[in-house]
């Protein structure tokens, strides 16, 4: 058996090759997994973006120097266990590697889920080492797939964003008439169109988003921003309103131009980057004027409120706010996602290319089949 796997240059992201190497014999307690089914968006360009950062490179080491495994979230089915836990045929969703196999070696099973033990994970987020056995998984429907595969991660961290901000008040970002207003950067990202839908389910919150002029009118179309400004047109926003910035984005030029408007900021959320050429730039950190820009680690909040609520109510509110996100997203009448289907790890490498250079259509949602 051989895996193939797609590989990207980890100091040039746009540059990628295709690898095909032997498998190895599993060791006791290890199964291997034949992937399905992946997602890619930009958020994966975010974990290729901060892969050093936040160790997302660590999770599928590549093994070559130079070279890194981007995850990607979707489908598999074991195909071979040496543990006696999980047997073959088994379907998981979760994070895996863009590449046709994978290893896991489980441990704390529960009918719901798996943990992968490998050592080289035990110190990563343990919110991605966590696989889901759909016919336990309370967010699985096998007719939908696909949406899952493109949208429940995205939303997950959507939705811990809205209950992030709701959770602290919106930090006093309220006007004179008691509504807070919150703006989102990238505003086509699914994320951030997730976070707005989110957002907008609360009588009290406004949301403006901000894109480009290519994106604008499909923006408006969603109809889940009060507001759609393009970047050119920030001079738009009252300097004096109290306001918190959510930033997709990840341009440099952007966060300094918004902390240094607008002037009654009251709080800075960095979640990502679809600027691949601005990860590391210098409107970052503490030379901002205004609050100091805060990272949003989805983990981390997953395991506040699991702590806080229980894992059994997390899990409810979460699979209630899913279901009707996701009803409204593939909506027969007015679907805010096209899904297009690409078949093997080859051509994965393009649709890859396109989402890293920022030319994919937002309306789309890209599958990688491999079977």
Request: hydrophobic share 45%; charged share 20%; proline share 6%.
């Amino acid at each position: 058996m051989a895996t193939t796997e797609l590989l990207i240059a980890r100091d040039a992201l746009l540059r990628t090759r295709v690898r095909t190497r032997a498998d190895t014999p599993l060791d006791p307690g290890q199964v291997r997994v034949r992937i399905d089914l992946l997602a890619l968006t930009s958020n994966n360009v975010t974990y290729a973006g901060f892969g050093d950062a936040m160790h997302y490179w660590d999770f599928y080491p590549s093994g070559e120097p130079g070279w890194g495994i981007v995850p990607a979230w979707g489908f598999g089915d074991v195909v071979q266990s040496l543990h006696p836990g999980v047997a073959v045929g088994e379907r998981l969703y979760g994070f895996w590697p863009v590449a046709t196999h994978a290893v896991l070696a489980p441990d704390r099973l529960s009918p719901a889920r798996i943990c992968d033990a490998s050592p080289h994970r035990a110190t990563l987020a343990a919110a991605y080492n966590q696989y889901f056995r759909v016919t336990a998984d309370p967010l699985y429907r096998d007719d939908d797939e696909a949406v899952q595969a493109l949208l429940r991660p995205l939303f997950i961290t959507s939705w811990l964003i809205d209950d992030h901000l709701a959770g602290n008040q919106f930090f006093g970002a309220r006007d004179a008439q008691g509504k807070a207003l919150v703006i989102l950067s990238s505003a086509s990202s699914k994320a951030a169109y997730g976070t707005a839908w989110a957002l907008s389910q609360r009588p009290d919150v406004q949301v403006i988003g901000l894109t480009s002029a290519a994106n604008e009118a499909f923006c408006r179309s969603l109809g889940c921003y009060h507001r759609v400004l393009r970047y050119d047109a920030l001079d738009q926003l009252a300097p004096e309103t109290p306001c918190v910035f959510v930033d997709f984005a990840g341009s440099g030029d952007l966060r300094r131009a918004i902390h240094t408007r607008l002037t009654a900021l009251a709080h800075s959320l960095a979640i990502g980057s679809t600027h691949l050429d601005e990860v590391a730039p210098s409107g970052n950190g503490k030379t901002l004027p205004g609050p100091r820009m805060v990272f949003f680690f989805a983990p981390d909040h997953i395991r506040i409120r699991t702590r806080e609520w229980g894992a059994e109510t997390f899990g409810q509110r979460m699979a209630r706010a899913w279901r009707d996100f996701s009803a409204r997203a593939t909506d027969a009448h007015a679907p805010w996602l096209r899904i297009e289907r690409t078949q093997g790890i080859a051509a994965a490498s393009m649709v890859w290319e396109a989402l890293a250079a920022g030319r994919a259509d937002p309306r789309a949602g890209h599958l990688i089949a491999l079977r």
